[in-house]
């Protein structure tokens, strides 16, 4: 569905500002996948996201979606940025899930509640008096009534409690499981088998590691534990 290839994007290029953020990269995402994309500050993940996301057209390499570019995809992609509240513009919270091109009013109820919402206790309510997390969950019923193909998250995670965590964890699964690609751009890969089957590692811009989740995240996993300590020091502690 989604192919990316040889893509590699200089910013301000040709200015004596330009600066590279992604170099030589080939990834595929196919229908109902799910993609987690981690890596350092800086490594170039969120201008993968807004590549695939199709609002950035990267200056070197193809990203297409069925053979289109991908920045004329439109409603087939949907993005959610760390921030919600710039993506929710109107006031009360059903006005805002029924705002989009091709949403219905009937498309509110259902989509609220595929995020773990009340449609009863919410809809009416104004968008300024939700929690961050609340918001975040809003924004995403919009973009999921919206029907894409993909949807891509820039640290979806970030400022989410542990049940929040989890009812969105839930809630990818479960888009995912009818037909949804979804990419998920995050530091954190804790629980990642539950809403991607493969995980892909940025380094400087460029693909570190591209492999299952489970081994993945058992790399993840290895290379971020604590060093054991020398073996002297743990004599001397007996
Ligand atoms: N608009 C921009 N103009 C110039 N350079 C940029 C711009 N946006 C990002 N960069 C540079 O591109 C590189 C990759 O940035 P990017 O934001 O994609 O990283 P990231 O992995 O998302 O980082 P973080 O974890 O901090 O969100 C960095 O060196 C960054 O300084
Ligand atoms: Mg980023």
Redesign the pocket.
Known sequence: MIELRGVGHV??PRTPWA?R?LEGIDIDVGVGQGLLIV?A???????LAWILAGLTVPTEGTASLSGQPLDRAGPKVAVSFQHARLQLFRSTVGSDVAWGRGVEEADVDPALMAVGLDPGEVRNRRIDELSGGQQRRVALAGLLARRPELLVLDEPFAGLDHEGRETLVGVLGRVRANGLAVVVVS?DYEDAEEFADRVVA?EG?RIAMDVGVREGMARLTERDAPPAPPAARRKARQ
């Open positions: 910013y301000s600066r953020a890596g500050n800086g490594s170039g993940k969120s201008t530091h940025l811009g």
